[in-house]
């Protein structure tokens, strides 16, 4: 990004430093894009298995965005003073605390890890949960409304990058689409449990823990992104994901191996700029 001599950020163009080292990286790699090569057999048992406990992350947001639809309609019978103000918090205290968790999630995925951060929002979902099957107030309800919100924003996040990162190119789109099923599932499973249970709006509430923690255990014998692993310059552990992946001869392996490390590369060149560098930017270049 250029900058004049008052340290002014200029427009991006055609032959900005950005554009100029995407192209130069871009250009000296072609030898490694996907068109070169097809990806070999995949391992089917491991890669459903790492799908379902993925997906988990989408079934929590749609449950825990959706049940409180019934949950609210029972809130007065332990809490008789409540507000429609108060209910109206309860409600919107989860999204709240979405678009923080989403805007974090970003952040803790790239330095820490796609698995590690699952792990967080798995954290939070299962603290708020407890805490609003529990609560003995209003506001403690809502605090646990915020935690499970901060937990929905970075599942949100998280889940769709960490699914595109490991699946295979050819069914890439139709993996990274079944976190939209699995929220839609949740929603559909917040609505019947809501019948089920009928008054009963603390079970409701609290019952979003059990797969929050399934998916906890699960993704301990998932693997990391190989692509966060290859951006990290963490080679070995690259091919030892890859191969769980795969069912792959060793030159395959090799192959897919130096194809993401060309990839890392691209990513670093764009680092450098910051988050309010590209947003500004953003507004720049289509200001009339």
Same mark, same amino acid.
């Given at each position: ?26 250009? @000296? ?43 609210? !309609? ?28 989403? !805007? ?6 790239? #330095?820490?890890? %796609? ?25 403690? !309800? ?20 960490? !699914?595109?990162?490991?699946?295979? #190119? #050819? ?6 689409? $079944? ?15 809501? $019948?089920?249970?009928?008054? %009963? ?16 255990? @699960? ?7 190989? %692509?966060?692993?290859? #951006? ?46 590209? $947003? ?9």
């Amino acid at each position: 990004m250029n900058r004049d001599p008052n340290n002014n950020i200029q427009p991006f163009s055609a032959s900005t430093d950005m554009s100029k080292k995407y192209n130069s990286v871009h250009e @000296g790699e072609g030898e490694d894009t996907d068109s070169e090569h097809e990806d070999p057999e995949v391992n089917i048992f491991y890669m459903v298995f790492m799908i379902f406990f993925a997906a988990i992350g989408g079934f929590l947001f749609g449950y825990d965005t959706s049940v409180i639809a019934g949950a609210n !309609l029972y809130i007065d019978n332990d809490f008789p003073g409540v507000t429609d103000f108060q209910k109206e918090l309860i409600v919107s205290m989860t999204l709240l605390g979405a678009a923080f968790g989403s !805007l974090s999630g970003g952040s803790i995925a790239d #330095k820490f890890g %796609r698995k590690p951060t699952i792990f967080v929002a798995d954290f939070l979902f299962t603290i708020g949960c407890v805490v609003m099957a529990f609560t003995p107030s209003i506001a403690i !309800l809502i605090v646990g409304r915020f935690i499970v919100g901060l937990g929905v924003g970075v599942a949100a996040m998280v889940v769709p990058v960490y !699914l595109s990162e490991v699946s295979p #190119k #050819k069914v890439r789109g139709i993996i990274v689409n $079944l976190n939209v099923v699995f929220i839609a599932l949740g929603q559909f499973i917040a609505l019947v449990v809501c $019948l089920l249970l009928g008054n %009963r709006w603390r079970w409701m509430l609290g019952l979003a823990a059990i797969p929050a923690v399934l998916q906890a255990i @699960g993704i301990i014998f998932l693997c990391e992104s190989p %692509r966060w692993l290859a #951006k990290k310059h963490q080679n070995d552990k690259v091919k030892s994901a890859l191969k769980q992946i795969y069912n792959a001869e060793a030159h395959e392996l090799e192959c897919i191996t130096n194809e993401l490390k060309s990839e890392a590369m691209r990513v670093k060149e764009f680092e450098q700029y910051t988050y309010f560098e590209l $947003l500004r930017q953003l507004f720049t270049k289509f200001r009339p």
